[in-house]
Protein backbone atom coordinates (compact mmCIF):
# COMPACT_ATOMS: atom_id res chain seq x y z
CA UNK A 1 0.00 0.00 0.00
CA UNK A 2 1.63 3.19 -1.05
CA UNK A 3 0.07 4.72 1.84
CA UNK A 4 2.87 7.83 1.28
CA UNK A 5 1.17 9.37 -1.20
CA UNK A 6 -1.98 9.67 0.63
CA UNK A 7 -2.21 13.25 2.38
CA UNK A 8 -4.99 13.69 5.05
CA UNK A 9 -4.53 17.47 4.91
CA UNK A 10 -5.71 17.32 1.00
CA UNK A 11 -8.20 15.05 0.91
CA UNK A 12 -9.41 15.08 -2.74
CA UNK A 13 -13.34 14.34 -4.13
CA UNK A 14 -13.02 11.16 -5.13
CA UNK A 15 -11.24 9.95 -1.69
CA UNK A 16 -14.24 11.70 -0.28
CA UNK A 17 -16.95 10.25 -2.10
CA UNK A 18 -15.19 6.39 -1.72
CA UNK A 19 -14.81 6.95 2.18
CA UNK A 20 -18.74 8.17 2.12
CA UNK A 21 -19.82 4.83 -0.08
CA UNK A 22 -17.34 3.56 2.69
CA UNK A 23 -18.85 4.75 5.76
CA UNK A 24 -22.57 3.96 4.61
CA UNK A 25 -21.64 0.63 3.96
CA UNK A 26 -19.97 -0.20 7.08
CA UNK A 27 -23.38 1.40 8.90
CA UNK A 28 -25.34 -0.53 7.16
CA UNK A 29 -23.01 -3.83 8.11
CA UNK A 30 -21.69 -5.31 4.92
CA UNK A 31 -18.29 -4.91 5.34
CA UNK A 32 -16.69 -7.15 6.93
CA UNK A 33 -13.93 -6.25 9.84
CA UNK A 34 -10.23 -6.61 7.65
CA UNK A 35 -12.02 -7.51 4.23
CA UNK A 36 -10.80 -4.50 2.72
CA UNK A 37 -6.77 -5.08 3.72
CA UNK A 38 -7.01 -8.55 2.92
CA UNK A 39 -8.46 -8.18 -0.58
CA UNK A 40 -6.14 -5.86 -1.07
CA UNK A 41 -2.96 -7.50 0.48
CA UNK A 42 -3.61 -10.77 -1.86
CA UNK A 43 -3.45 -8.62 -5.14
CA UNK A 44 -0.20 -6.61 -3.36
CA UNK A 45 0.95 -9.72 -2.52
CA UNK A 46 -0.12 -12.98 -3.75
CA UNK A 47 -1.42 -12.66 -7.11
CA UNK A 48 0.52 -11.17 -9.90
CA UNK A 49 2.59 -12.05 -12.74
CA UNK A 50 5.62 -13.72 -10.87
CA UNK A 51 2.13 -16.37 -11.10
CA UNK A 52 2.51 -16.31 -15.10
CA UNK A 53 6.13 -16.58 -14.92
CA UNK A 54 6.01 -19.72 -13.72
CA UNK A 55 3.67 -21.10 -15.92
CA UNK A 56 5.66 -20.15 -18.97
CA UNK A 57 9.01 -21.20 -17.18
CA UNK A 58 7.39 -24.78 -16.53
CA UNK A 59 6.36 -24.74 -20.69
CA UNK A 60 9.79 -24.03 -21.71
CA UNK A 61 11.63 -26.15 -20.03
CA UNK A 62 8.67 -29.30 -19.67
CA UNK A 63 7.50 -30.50 -23.67
CA UNK A 64 4.97 -32.68 -22.22
CA UNK A 65 3.67 -29.71 -19.92
CA UNK A 66 3.67 -27.29 -23.06
CA UNK A 67 1.23 -29.27 -24.76
CA UNK A 68 -1.13 -29.65 -21.39
CA UNK A 69 -0.85 -25.87 -21.58
CA UNK A 70 -1.81 -25.41 -24.93
CA UNK A 71 -4.58 -27.93 -24.97
CA UNK A 72 -6.36 -26.64 -21.72
CA UNK A 73 -4.86 -23.62 -20.31
CA UNK A 74 -6.81 -23.40 -16.68
CA UNK A 75 -6.19 -27.02 -16.14
CA UNK A 76 -2.52 -26.90 -16.96
CA UNK A 77 -2.42 -23.93 -14.91
CA UNK A 78 -4.31 -25.05 -12.03
CA UNK A 79 -1.79 -27.91 -11.91
CA UNK A 80 0.81 -25.28 -10.91
CA UNK A 81 -1.77 -23.94 -7.98
CA UNK A 82 -3.06 -20.90 -9.90
CA UNK A 83 -6.61 -20.22 -10.59
CA UNK A 84 -9.71 -18.31 -9.23
CA UNK A 85 -11.71 -15.33 -10.58
CA UNK A 86 -11.14 -14.05 -13.72
CA UNK A 87 -9.10 -17.32 -14.86
CA UNK A 88 -11.89 -19.69 -14.90
CA UNK A 89 -11.61 -20.39 -18.73
CA UNK A 90 -7.73 -19.86 -19.91
CA UNK A 91 -6.46 -20.13 -23.07
CA UNK A 92 -2.85 -20.03 -23.74
CA UNK A 93 -1.99 -18.45 -27.14
CA UNK A 94 1.76 -19.34 -28.13
CA UNK A 95 4.08 -17.06 -30.10
CA UNK A 96 6.92 -18.51 -32.65
CA UNK A 97 9.47 -16.32 -34.72
CA UNK A 98 6.50 -15.56 -37.32
CA UNK A 99 3.48 -15.18 -35.08
CA UNK A 100 3.00 -12.68 -32.61
CA UNK A 101 0.11 -13.07 -29.89
CA UNK A 102 -1.03 -9.74 -28.18
CA UNK A 103 -4.16 -9.63 -25.51
CA UNK A 104 -6.64 -6.80 -25.38
CA UNK A 105 -10.11 -5.69 -23.69
CA UNK A 106 -11.95 -3.74 -25.95
CA UNK A 107 -14.80 -2.98 -23.66
CA UNK A 108 -13.62 -2.92 -20.44
CA UNK A 109 -10.60 -4.28 -18.69
CA UNK A 110 -10.71 -8.32 -18.80
CA UNK A 111 -7.20 -9.57 -17.68
CA UNK A 112 -6.04 -13.15 -16.76
CA UNK A 113 -5.64 -11.63 -12.54
CA UNK A 114 -4.88 -15.37 -11.57
CA UNK A 115 -1.62 -15.59 -13.71
CA UNK A 116 -0.80 -11.70 -14.38
CA UNK A 117 -2.66 -9.83 -11.20
CA UNK A 118 -4.61 -6.80 -11.56
CA UNK A 119 -4.01 -4.88 -14.71
CA UNK A 120 -1.79 -1.98 -15.08
CA UNK A 121 -2.96 1.39 -15.86
CA UNK A 122 -2.22 1.67 -19.31
CA UNK A 123 -4.21 -1.50 -20.24
CA UNK A 124 -7.29 0.41 -18.99
CA UNK A 125 -7.01 3.08 -20.63
CA UNK A 126 -8.53 4.34 -23.75
CA UNK A 127 -5.34 4.55 -26.11
CA UNK A 128 -4.15 1.06 -25.95
CA UNK A 129 -8.20 -0.40 -25.88
CA UNK A 130 -8.89 1.93 -29.24
CA UNK A 131 -6.00 1.17 -30.83
CA UNK A 132 -4.40 -2.30 -30.71
CA UNK A 133 -7.43 -3.58 -32.88
CA UNK A 134 -6.83 -1.13 -35.16
CA UNK A 135 -3.71 -0.46 -35.67
CA UNK A 136 -1.25 -3.23 -33.55
CA UNK A 137 1.89 -2.98 -35.61
CA UNK A 138 2.33 0.94 -35.13
CA UNK A 139 1.22 0.73 -31.28
CA UNK A 140 3.51 -2.27 -30.65
CA UNK A 141 6.34 -0.77 -32.39
CA UNK A 142 5.47 2.57 -30.52
CA UNK A 143 5.75 0.32 -27.27
CA UNK A 144 8.93 -0.94 -27.57
CA UNK A 145 8.24 -4.01 -29.38
CA UNK A 146 8.69 -3.74 -33.11
CA UNK A 147 8.30 -6.37 -35.46
CA UNK A 148 9.62 -7.53 -38.76
CA UNK A 149 6.63 -6.90 -41.90
CA UNK A 150 6.05 -10.33 -42.41
CA UNK A 151 5.22 -11.58 -39.12
CA UNK A 152 1.47 -12.55 -38.36
CA UNK A 153 -0.11 -10.74 -35.28
CA UNK A 154 -2.84 -12.21 -33.43
CA UNK A 155 -4.73 -10.03 -31.16
CA UNK A 156 -7.15 -11.57 -28.84
CA UNK A 157 -9.63 -9.46 -27.57
CA UNK A 158 -11.38 -10.89 -23.97
CA UNK A 159 -14.92 -10.26 -24.80
CA UNK A 160 -16.72 -12.72 -23.36
CA UNK A 161 -15.20 -15.19 -20.63
CA UNK A 162 -12.08 -16.57 -21.89
CA UNK A 163 -8.95 -14.59 -20.55
CA UNK A 164 -5.68 -15.22 -22.65
CA UNK A 165 -2.22 -15.37 -21.52
CA UNK A 166 0.22 -15.19 -24.21
CA UNK A 167 3.29 -18.04 -24.39
CA UNK A 168 6.27 -15.92 -24.91
CA UNK A 169 9.37 -17.29 -27.27
CA UNK A 170 12.61 -18.76 -25.20
CA UNK A 171 15.05 -16.26 -25.57
CA UNK A 172 18.35 -17.66 -26.93
CA UNK A 173 20.95 -18.68 -25.02
CA UNK A 174 19.21 -20.12 -21.57
CA UNK A 175 20.00 -23.57 -22.23
CA UNK A 176 22.01 -23.64 -19.04
CA UNK A 177 19.08 -21.87 -16.73
CA UNK A 178 16.78 -23.73 -14.19
CA UNK A 179 13.67 -23.09 -14.07
CA UNK A 180 13.41 -20.79 -11.62
CA UNK A 181 16.26 -18.51 -13.32
CA UNK A 182 13.90 -18.60 -16.43
CA UNK A 183 10.74 -17.39 -14.63
CA UNK A 184 13.36 -14.82 -13.39
CA UNK A 185 13.16 -13.43 -16.74
CA UNK A 186 9.38 -13.66 -17.66
CA UNK A 187 8.25 -9.95 -17.79
CA UNK A 188 3.94 -9.24 -17.35
CA UNK A 189 4.53 -7.37 -21.24
CA UNK A 190 6.11 -10.59 -23.02
CA UNK A 191 2.63 -12.49 -21.18
CA UNK A 192 0.34 -9.57 -22.35
CA UNK A 193 2.04 -9.48 -25.60
CA UNK A 194 3.33 -5.85 -25.50
CA UNK A 195 7.35 -6.96 -25.43
CA UNK A 196 9.31 -9.92 -26.50
CA UNK A 197 11.94 -11.43 -24.44
CA UNK B 1 -25.92 0.52 -25.33
CA UNK B 2 -23.81 2.24 -27.82
CA UNK B 3 -21.73 3.57 -25.06
CA UNK B 4 -18.18 4.80 -24.70
CA UNK B 5 -16.70 2.17 -23.30
CA UNK B 6 -16.84 0.37 -26.83
CA UNK B 7 -13.32 2.07 -27.40
CA UNK B 8 -12.31 -0.76 -30.39
CA UNK B 9 -11.05 1.19 -33.51
CA UNK B 10 -11.71 5.03 -32.32
CA UNK B 11 -9.43 7.42 -33.17
CA UNK B 12 -7.75 10.23 -31.89
CA UNK B 13 -6.72 9.11 -28.68
CA UNK B 14 -2.78 9.12 -28.88
CA UNK B 15 0.07 7.09 -27.29
CA UNK B 16 0.27 4.43 -24.70
CA UNK B 17 1.42 6.00 -21.08
CA UNK B 18 3.37 2.47 -21.20
CA UNK B 19 4.76 1.64 -17.91
CA UNK B 20 6.66 -1.52 -17.88
CA UNK B 21 5.44 -2.11 -13.71
CA UNK B 22 4.32 0.27 -11.26
CA UNK B 23 1.99 -0.17 -7.76
CA UNK B 24 -0.84 -2.54 -8.04
CA UNK B 25 -2.72 0.42 -6.21
CA UNK B 26 -1.60 3.85 -7.07
CA UNK B 27 -3.45 5.46 -4.23
CA UNK B 28 -5.27 3.99 -0.96
CA UNK B 29 -8.22 5.04 -2.31
CA UNK B 30 -8.13 2.51 -5.61
CA UNK B 31 -8.16 -0.43 -2.88
CA UNK B 32 -10.74 0.84 -0.83
CA UNK B 33 -12.65 1.56 -4.12
CA UNK B 34 -12.40 -1.96 -5.84
CA UNK B 35 -12.99 -3.90 -2.26
CA UNK B 36 -15.90 -1.58 -1.98
CA UNK B 37 -17.12 -2.54 -5.22
CA UNK B 38 -17.28 -6.24 -4.40
CA UNK B 39 -19.25 -5.81 -1.09
CA UNK B 40 -21.90 -4.41 -3.29
CA UNK B 41 -21.96 -6.67 -5.93
CA UNK B 42 -22.38 -9.08 -3.33
CA UNK B 43 -24.78 -7.51 -1.57
CA UNK B 44 -26.91 -6.83 -4.14
CA UNK B 45 -26.44 -9.87 -6.42
CA UNK B 46 -25.38 -8.41 -9.11
CA UNK B 47 -23.58 -10.52 -11.92
CA UNK B 48 -21.17 -9.62 -13.84
CA UNK B 49 -23.31 -7.87 -16.97
CA UNK B 50 -24.97 -5.95 -14.26
CA UNK B 51 -21.50 -4.61 -12.90
CA UNK B 52 -19.97 -3.66 -16.81
CA UNK B 53 -23.26 -1.92 -17.44
CA UNK B 54 -23.13 0.46 -14.45
CA UNK B 55 -20.09 1.36 -15.67
CA UNK B 56 -20.96 1.86 -19.11
CA UNK B 57 -23.85 3.63 -18.22
CA UNK B 58 -21.02 6.64 -16.53
CA UNK B 59 -21.59 10.22 -18.77
CA UNK B 60 -18.69 9.54 -21.14
CA UNK B 61 -17.02 12.74 -20.55
CA UNK B 62 -16.64 11.31 -16.93
CA UNK B 63 -15.96 8.05 -18.37
CA UNK B 64 -13.16 9.50 -19.83
CA UNK B 65 -11.38 12.12 -18.00
CA UNK B 66 -11.79 9.14 -15.00
CA UNK B 67 -9.47 6.12 -13.59
CA UNK B 68 -10.50 2.60 -13.71
CA UNK B 69 -11.02 2.67 -10.03
CA UNK B 70 -12.98 5.89 -10.07
CA UNK B 71 -15.06 3.88 -12.66
CA UNK B 72 -15.17 0.86 -10.04
CA UNK B 73 -16.59 3.30 -7.30
CA UNK B 74 -18.81 5.17 -10.03
CA UNK B 75 -20.18 1.52 -10.51
CA UNK B 76 -20.72 0.55 -6.51
CA UNK B 77 -22.73 3.41 -5.72
CA UNK B 78 -24.72 3.63 -8.84
CA UNK B 79 -25.60 -0.22 -7.71
CA UNK B 80 -25.83 0.54 -4.14
CA UNK B 81 -28.28 3.37 -4.98
CA UNK B 82 -30.24 1.76 -7.86
CA UNK B 83 -30.81 -1.82 -5.38
CA UNK B 84 -31.76 0.40 -1.99
CA UNK B 85 -29.13 0.36 0.00
CA UNK B 86 -28.44 4.23 0.31
CA UNK B 87 -29.42 7.49 -1.42
CA UNK B 88 -27.52 9.30 -3.63
CA UNK B 89 -28.52 12.34 -1.55
CA UNK B 90 -26.89 10.31 2.10
CA UNK B 91 -23.70 9.81 -0.38
CA UNK B 92 -23.65 13.85 -1.52
CA UNK B 93 -24.08 14.59 2.46
CA UNK B 94 -21.17 12.42 3.38
CA UNK B 95 -18.76 13.05 0.31
CA UNK B 96 -19.63 17.41 1.04
CA UNK B 97 -20.24 17.42 -2.50
CA UNK B 98 -21.80 16.25 -6.04
CA UNK B 99 -21.39 12.08 -6.19
CA UNK B 100 -22.13 11.66 -9.74
CA UNK B 101 -23.92 8.52 -10.36
CA UNK B 102 -24.53 6.83 -13.74
CA UNK B 103 -27.01 7.24 -15.92
CA UNK B 104 -30.45 5.17 -16.30
CA UNK B 105 -30.87 1.88 -17.85
CA UNK B 106 -32.17 2.23 -21.23
CA UNK B 107 -34.35 -0.87 -21.26
CA UNK B 108 -37.15 -2.59 -19.43
CA UNK B 109 -35.84 -5.73 -17.23
CA UNK B 110 -35.76 -9.17 -19.09
CA UNK B 111 -38.65 -11.22 -18.43
CA UNK B 112 -38.16 -14.37 -20.43
CA UNK B 113 -35.00 -15.37 -21.36
CA UNK B 114 -35.70 -18.31 -23.72
CA UNK B 115 -34.43 -21.78 -23.49
CA UNK B 116 -30.44 -22.44 -23.15
CA UNK B 117 -28.76 -23.62 -26.13
CA UNK B 118 -26.27 -26.23 -25.32
CA UNK B 119 -25.59 -27.49 -28.97
CA UNK B 120 -23.02 -25.26 -30.81
CA UNK B 121 -24.21 -24.08 -34.11
CA UNK B 122 -21.10 -23.14 -35.45
CA UNK B 123 -17.71 -25.34 -35.68
CA UNK B 124 -14.07 -24.79 -36.45
CA UNK B 125 -13.71 -23.28 -39.75
CA UNK B 126 -17.08 -22.25 -40.33
CA UNK B 127 -17.48 -18.74 -41.59
CA UNK B 128 -19.99 -16.67 -39.50
CA UNK B 129 -21.70 -12.72 -39.71
CA UNK B 130 -22.00 -11.05 -36.51
CA UNK B 131 -25.48 -9.64 -36.49
CA UNK B 132 -25.55 -5.59 -36.84
CA UNK B 133 -28.17 -3.85 -34.39
CA UNK B 134 -27.63 -1.44 -31.96
CA UNK B 135 -28.92 -2.80 -28.57
CA UNK B 136 -29.74 0.20 -25.88
CA UNK B 137 -28.80 -2.46 -23.21
CA UNK B 138 -25.87 -4.17 -22.34
CA UNK B 139 -23.71 -6.31 -24.81
CA UNK B 140 -20.56 -8.04 -25.26
CA UNK B 141 -20.32 -7.68 -28.89
CA UNK B 142 -17.90 -4.82 -29.32
CA UNK B 143 -19.45 -1.88 -32.68
CA UNK B 144 -16.13 -2.92 -34.77
CA UNK B 145 -17.73 -6.30 -35.91
CA UNK B 146 -20.83 -5.72 -36.65
CA UNK B 147 -21.97 -6.62 -39.63
CA UNK B 148 -18.55 -8.50 -40.68
CA UNK B 149 -17.80 -11.34 -41.49
CA UNK B 150 -15.33 -13.59 -40.02
CA UNK B 151 -14.11 -17.60 -39.13
CA UNK B 152 -14.74 -19.31 -35.92
CA UNK B 153 -11.66 -20.69 -34.19
CA UNK B 154 -11.95 -22.20 -31.50
CA UNK B 155 -15.69 -23.03 -29.55
CA UNK B 156 -15.78 -22.62 -26.02
CA UNK B 157 -18.13 -24.05 -23.44
CA UNK B 158 -21.42 -21.93 -22.62
CA UNK B 159 -22.17 -19.15 -20.25
CA UNK B 160 -24.67 -16.98 -19.72
CA UNK B 161 -25.33 -14.55 -22.27
CA UNK B 162 -24.46 -10.74 -21.09
CA UNK B 163 -27.40 -8.76 -22.71
CA UNK B 164 -29.87 -10.77 -20.52
CA UNK B 165 -27.99 -11.28 -17.16
CA UNK B 166 -27.57 -7.07 -16.61
CA UNK B 167 -31.10 -6.85 -16.63
CA UNK B 168 -32.78 -8.97 -14.16
CA UNK B 169 -32.29 -12.84 -12.93
CA UNK B 170 -33.24 -13.88 -15.88
CA UNK B 171 -30.61 -16.24 -17.40
CA UNK B 172 -29.66 -17.93 -20.74
CA UNK B 173 -26.48 -19.45 -21.36
CA UNK B 174 -25.23 -19.63 -25.40
CA UNK B 175 -22.12 -21.39 -26.43
CA UNK B 176 -19.08 -18.65 -27.02
CA UNK B 177 -17.03 -18.69 -29.97
CA UNK B 178 -13.61 -17.02 -30.53
CA UNK B 179 -13.80 -15.92 -34.22
CA UNK B 180 -10.94 -14.47 -36.24
CA UNK B 181 -10.97 -11.39 -38.60
CA UNK B 182 -8.80 -9.89 -41.22
CA UNK B 183 -7.77 -6.31 -39.92
CA UNK B 184 -8.57 -5.66 -43.87
CA UNK B 185 -11.70 -6.22 -43.57
CA UNK B 186 -12.29 -4.52 -40.10
CA UNK B 187 -10.86 -1.16 -41.12
CA UNK B 188 -10.48 0.81 -44.45
CA UNK B 189 -6.40 1.52 -43.30
CA UNK B 190 -6.52 -2.11 -41.55
CA UNK B 191 -2.97 -3.50 -41.13
CA UNK B 192 -1.51 -6.33 -43.50
CA UNK B 193 -1.02 -9.53 -41.89
CA UNK B 194 -3.28 -9.06 -38.62
CA UNK B 195 -5.93 -10.88 -37.89
CA UNK B 196 -7.91 -9.77 -34.19
CA UNK B 197 -10.00 -12.40 -32.91
CA UNK B 198 -13.39 -11.67 -30.62
CA UNK B 199 -15.50 -13.85 -28.26
CA UNK B 200 -18.59 -13.87 -29.34
CA UNK B 201 -22.39 -15.54 -27.71
CA UNK B 202 -23.97 -17.62 -30.26
CA UNK B 203 -26.60 -15.04 -30.97
CA UNK B 204 -24.89 -12.81 -32.28
CA UNK B 205 -23.83 -14.41 -34.95
CA UNK B 206 -25.65 -15.89 -38.14
CA UNK B 207 -25.12 -17.71 -41.40
CA UNK B 208 -23.27 -14.86 -43.94
Not at chain 2, 83 to 101: D, V
Amino acid sequence: MSAGRHHPAAVSPVEQRVAALEALLTERGLVPEGFIEEITRRYESEIGPMNGAKVVARAWVDPRYKQRLLADGTAAIAELGFGGPEGDHMVVVENTPGIHNVIVCTLCSCYPWPVLGLPPAWYKDPPYRARMVREPRTLLAEMGCPLPDDAEIRVWDSSAEVRYLVLPERPPGTVDLTEAELAGLVTRDSMIGTARL
Amino acid sequence: MDGIHDLGGMQGFGGVGHSPAEPVFGHRWEAVARALLVVVAGAVKASGGEFRHSIERMEPGHYLTSSYYEHWLTAAATLAVEHGLMTRSELEARAGGRFPLSGPVLVPPVIEAGPDVDTPRFGVGDRVRVREGHPAGHTRCPGYVRGQNGTVVRVDGTHSVPDIEAHGTARRREPTYSVRFDAADLWRDGQRGVWVHVDLWDSYLERP
